[in-house]
């Protein structure tokens, strides 16, 4: 299997609030983690990818010290969504790869975290 | 830059009703196509990966074809189960990171 759970599933908070998202990979290891928002309609948006022990990289628009990743491990990457306000209301998506790193490898998603700020 | 146009946006089948699903993409180079299902409040869940042109995969009622310019999901006599988002999406050869690049997904909804 390939299982990535993502915690929370839900989460509503106040504006100013700093918020954190865990992506787990349960059974395997993921040298390799990808961030993603969605709109409704709209496609997945990649917004960082998350390196084990190395700084991530942001696409372009995505203000870094406003969206917040570390990959300390082969199997844990979080983002924290800082100060948080009405606009950074999305569903945010966690991805995994598996390591070792082998061309053409699928992504396998968590179920997401609907973020609601008031 | 790599582009992923899916068609329909949405699809209407009475249970047992086959039909396609379309992914018109444009890469420089393609190292994979992927097809994942999407379920509402889920995330996307792998189907999957085709490598390079007049490769087929199978699984269940969804057949998955590659050619040079697009990919068809073909779904036989689909069940009510089958309802959900099929999204497409592409990576590129010169992508180090192995990112993707999305379409919009179609949206298919079976009627018993």
């Not at chain 1, 787990?24 to 928002?37: I, K, P």
């Not at chain 1, 997945?44 to 990959?71: P, R, W």
């Not at chain 2, 097809?35 to 409040?41: F, I, N, S």
């Not at chain 2, 310019?69 to 689909?78: C, G, R």
Request: net charge neutral; hydrophobic share 30%; glycine share 6%.
């Amino acid at each position: 299997g390939a299982v990535v759970s993502q915690h929370p599933s839900w989460v509503i908070c106040k504006s100013g609030t700093s918020v954190k998202i865990e992506c787990r990979s349960l059974d395997f290891q993921a040298t390799t983690m990808f961030w993603y928002r969605q709109f409704p309609k709209q496609s997945l948006m990649l917004m960082a990818t998350s390196n084990e022990g190395s700084k991530a990289t942001y696409e372009q628009g995505v203000e870094k010290d406003k969206f917040l990743i570390n990959h300390a491990s082969l199997t844990l990457s979080t983002l924290t969504v800082t100060s948080a306000h009405p606009e950074d209301s999305s569903f945010y998506i966690c991805s995994a790869r598996k390591t070792p790193r082998v061309d053409n490898q699928p992504q396998h998603f968590g179920d997401g975290t609907r973020l609601s700020i008031l | 830059e790599d582009q992923v146009t899916q068609s329909p946006e949405a699809l209407r089948l009475q249970e047992g009703e086959s039909s396609s699903l379309n992914c018109s993409y444009t890469v420089s180079g393609l190292r994979g196509l992927f097809w994942y299902r999407q379920d509402p409040g889920k995330g996307p869940e792998f189907l999957f990966t085709l490598y390079s042109a007049g490769e087929e995969k199978e699984k269940e009622r969804l057949k998955a074809t590659l050619t040079k310019k697009e990919s068809f999901l073909h779904i036989t006599a689909p069940k009510p189960e089958d309802s959900a988002t099929y999204l497409c999406a592409v990576q590129n050869s010169g992508a180090g990171s192995y990112q993707l690049t999305f379409g919009k997904g179609t949206k298919l909804s079976v009627i018993p």
